[in-house]
């Protein structure tokens, strides 16, 4: 690795293949590893500071977790906090935004729905 990598270009690295690899276990059909390593990925960059567009990143990944386990009102918590963290950072159109909106968006369907109306996507 980068000797000259500090303590907290380690923790971002270990944080994005925790979200990374996160994304990977939720394909391989568990969402409660998938989850616990998306949680563990956010708190590691929260305890750095800043990085609120990673973080959001980071929300919209746990969000599709758990509305791909159903639990699609917590899923919509967890894309909206996305959305707040990205206000004033980058700008609507953008692809991760536009990303995060479309799953805000599929997830405020009617409760009696068991899947959303349109693919969610992972921010990876």
Not at 34 to 58: C, H, S
Not at 62 to 86: K, P, Q, Y
Request: glycine content about 8%; charged content about 20%; proline content about 4%.
């Amino acid at each position: 690795m980068l000797k000259s990598c500090s303590g907290r270009c380690r923790i971002l690295r270990t944080a994005a293949q925790l979200w990374r690899e996160g994304m990977l276990v939720l394909g391989q059909n568990d969402p409660a590893q998938a989850e616990a390593m998306q949680r563990q990925a956010l708190e590691l960059v929260r305890g750095i500071g800043g990085f609120d567009v990673l973080q959001a990143r980071i929300h919209n990944n746990i969000g599709v977790i758990l509305s791909c386990a159903g639990r699609h009102d917590e899923a919509n918590r967890e894309f909206g906090t996305a959305l707040d963290l990205l206000r004033g950072r980058i700008a609507p159109e953008t692809g991760l935004h536009t990303i995060i909106a479309k799953n805000y968006r599929s997830t405020l369907a009617p409760a009696h729905q068991q899947a959303p109306a349109q693919p969610l996507h992972a921010a990876m």
